[in-house]
């Protein structure tokens, strides 16, 4: 939560943090005008909701991976002719 409440006090902090300088220096631009600052606000704190719900998708595919493909298809069995 902390993080939550600074994306909303600094949003180029978060982006700046995730190492995505262009968007760091575009809030810190939009944050220096204060008409703005809800939009960077709120741009920032949408991008930190995106990753956390990337991450909680990334562990759920890697803890639901089936160890049997569902969509393969069975081997056909092969019968043995009678013999005449």
């Not at 180029?12 to 939009?39: E, N, S, Y």
């Not at 990337?54 to 991976?65: F, K, M, P, T, V």
């Amino acid at each position: 939560m902390p993080s939550f409440k600074m994306d909303k006090i600094f949003p180029c902090a978060k982006f700046f943090a995730d190492g995505r300088t262009a968007a760091g220096i575009m809030a810190l631009l939009m944050q220096l005008t204060l008409v703005l600052w809800p939009f960077a606000a709120r741009w920032a704190t949408q991008a930190h909701e995106r990753q956390r719900i990337e991450r909680l998708l990334d562990e759920l595919s890697e803890a639901n991976i089936p160890t049997i493909d569902p969509y393969a298809r069975a081997p056909r069995k092969k019968f043995r002719q009678m013999a005449l």
